[in-house]
């Protein structure tokens, strides 16, 4: 099986090898389910950043390789359910080959989905089913097994999804705006107040941004990354212009330092 070529075969052979408990790797061999999520968590990001890099670059090399990462988590996981008869590899196939055929009837079943907004209707619908069949309690809440783990803008944006599938949502994007405003003169009148009012006003502010950003269709998880990318670039410029004219940071007035960002918001256009 060394020798053989790259497999799914093979991969699940070289993890059996590591968790080998004469011959494997000491490392491997300590690693629980707890212990794995973390890195579970950081391959997923840096598959993130390795998809920004291929899109802005033309550059899959890296993509390809943190993809094999995050298989490898899979693998893992895998083989620890194998070792306690919980589940195998081959279950965790069967499972999701099972759930992606029931969630697309109108491509392997006669079910007519024609528009965007049906089909997200009933990818929502069956993801119900799903949370009630995993517990018999009718009273089960529509916000069961969102992931705590979850980055807290994507975890906004999936409690708002979730509610507006039942119908409990702004119909129109002006309302959702408006909000804001609102949320906006609270936080104002908190300024003055106790620190604990104030942070729970900049809370729900940020809450109703990310429900501006989900009804005007944009995942605010990566606006806030493009705009920490951009934040990031421009703030490279001022450092060269700083360095440039031989002072520090501190040795400059504001007005300096927000001049220097507008010669660089400037070079853009």
Same mark, same amino acid.
């Given at each position: 099986? #060394?020798?053989?070529?790259?497999?799914?075969? @093979? #991969?699940?052979?070289?993890?059996?090898?590591?968790?080998?408990?004469?011959? $494997?790797?000491? %490392?491997? #061999?300590?690693?629980? /389910?707890?212990?794995?999520?973390?890195?579970?968590?950081?391959? *997923?990001?840096?598959? *993130?950043? *390795?998809?920004?890099?291929?899109?802005?670059?033309?550059?899959?090399?890296?993509?390809?390789?943190?993809? &094999?990462?995050?298989?490898?988590?899979?693998?893992?996981?895998?083989?620890? &359910?194998? +070792?306690?008869?919980?589940?195998? /590899?081959?279950?965790?196939?069967?499972?999701?080959?099972?759930?992606?055929?029931?969630?697309?009837?109108?491509? /392997? *079943?006669?079910?007519?989905?024609?528009?965007?907004?049906?089909?997200?209707?009933? %990818?929502?619908?069956?993801?119900?089913?799903?949370?009630?069949?995993?517990?018999?309690?009718?009273?089960?809440?529509?916000?069961?097994?969102?992931?705590?783990?979850?980055?807290?803008?994507?975890?906004?944006?999936?409690?708002? @999804?979730?509610?507006?599938?039942? &119908?409990?949502?702004?119909?129109?994007?002006?309302?959702?705006?408006?909000?804001?405003? =609102? =949320?906006?003169?609270?936080?104002?009148?908190?300024?003055? $107040?106790?620190?604990?009012?104030?942070?729970? =006003?900049? $809370?729900?502010?940020? !809450?109703?941004?990310?429900?501006?950003?989900?009804?005007?269709?944009?995942?605010? +998880?990566?606006?806030?990354?493009?705009?920490?990318?951009?934040?990031?670039?421009? /703030?490279? $410029?001022? +450092?060269?212009?700083?360095?440039?004219? &031989?002072?520090? !940071?501190?040795?400059?007035? #504001?007005?300096?330092?927000?001049?220097? %960002?507008?010669?660089?918001?400037?070079?853009?256009?």
């Amino acid at each position: 099986m #060394l020798n053989d070529k790259p497999s799914i075969e @093979k #991969l699940r052979w070289i993890m059996a090898e590591l968790r080998d408990p004469e011959t $494997g790797c000491p %490392w491997d #061999l300590k690693q629980t /389910f707890a212990t794995i999520v973390p890195h579970t968590i950081e391959e *997923a990001y840096e598959v *993130a950043d *390795a998809v920004t890099e291929a899109v802005e670059q033309n550059d899959f090399s890296e993509l390809e390789k943190e993809l &094999g990462d995050l298989l490898f988590q899979v693998i893992f996981y895998s083989q620890l &359910g194998n +070792e306690q008869k919980k589940f195998d /590899f081959d279950s965790v196939l069967a499972a999701i080959c099972e759930k992606l055929i029931r969630r697309h009837p109108h491509v /392997f *079943a006669n079910e007519q989905l024609t528009t965007e907004d049906e089909i997200k209707q009933n %990818w929502e619908n069956e993801k119900a089913k799903e949370r009630q069949s995993r517990n018999q309690n009718a009273n089960i809440s529509i916000l069961a097994d969102i992931p705590k783990n979850l980055p807290a803008l994507s975890q906004a944006a999936k409690i708002q @999804k979730r509610c507006s599938h039942v &119908g409990f949502d702004w119909h129109d994007i002006h309302d959702v705006f408006a909000k804001i405003e =609102e =949320e906006v003169n609270e936080v104002k009148e908190e300024l003055v $107040g106790d620190q604990q009012g104030l942070a729970e =006003e900049l $809370g729900d502010l940020m !809450f109703a941004v990310v429900n501006l950003c989900r009804h005007a269709k944009q995942d605010p +998880e990566h606006l806030l990354r493009k705009a920490n990318q951009k934040f990031t670039k421009r /703030f490279h $410029g001022v +450092e060269r212009q700083v360095a440039n004219s &031989g002072k520090t !940071f501190e040795q400059h007035q #504001l007005a300096t330092l927000e001049q220097f %960002w507008q010669n660089v918001k400037k070079s853009e256009k």
